[in-house]
């Protein structure tokens, strides 16, 4: 099982950035996937979960309405849409793949500064 993320940044508030998890290894339609976050010294959250045919959504009270998960089944990929992006948004971004044994990708920086 492989998870890679990738699109992260520095971007100014109010800002917009794309999250990518490109995943391997696994048949990718038969898993939930979720996007979690990780701050130093703070314990990682969930952001945001999707079912493995995107019939339902999960958001983070924090990120409703301004961020979005998605996917692709096709390119066994899943996606997060970040818009208005606010400072408290800075974290370490990570993908997760649910089942019995959970994986995780290397994660990638989201940085929302002026």
């Known amino acids: 099982v492989q998870l890679v993320e990738s699109g992260g940044g520095l971007v100014q508030p109010g800002g917009s950035l794309r999250l990518s998890c490109a995943a391997s290894?696994?048949?990718?339609?038969?898993?939930?996937m979720s996007w979690y976050r990780q701050v130093p010294g703070k314990e990682r959250e969930l952001v945001a979960f999707?079912?493995?045919?995107?019939?339902?959504?999960n958001y983070a009270d924090s990120v409703k309405g301004r961020f979005t998960i998605s996917r692709d089944n096709a390119k066994n990929t899943v996606y997060l849409q970040m818009n208005n992006l606010k400072p408290e948004d800075t974290a370490v971004y990570y993908c997760?793949?649910?089942?019995?044994?959970?994986?995780w990708g290397q994660g990638t920086q989201v940085t929302v500064s002026s």
């Open positions: 997760q793949r649910g089942g019995t044994t959970s994986y």
């Open positions: 290894g696994f048949t990718f339609s038969s898993y939930a």
């Open positions: 999707i079912t493995n045919f995107g019939g339902r959504t």
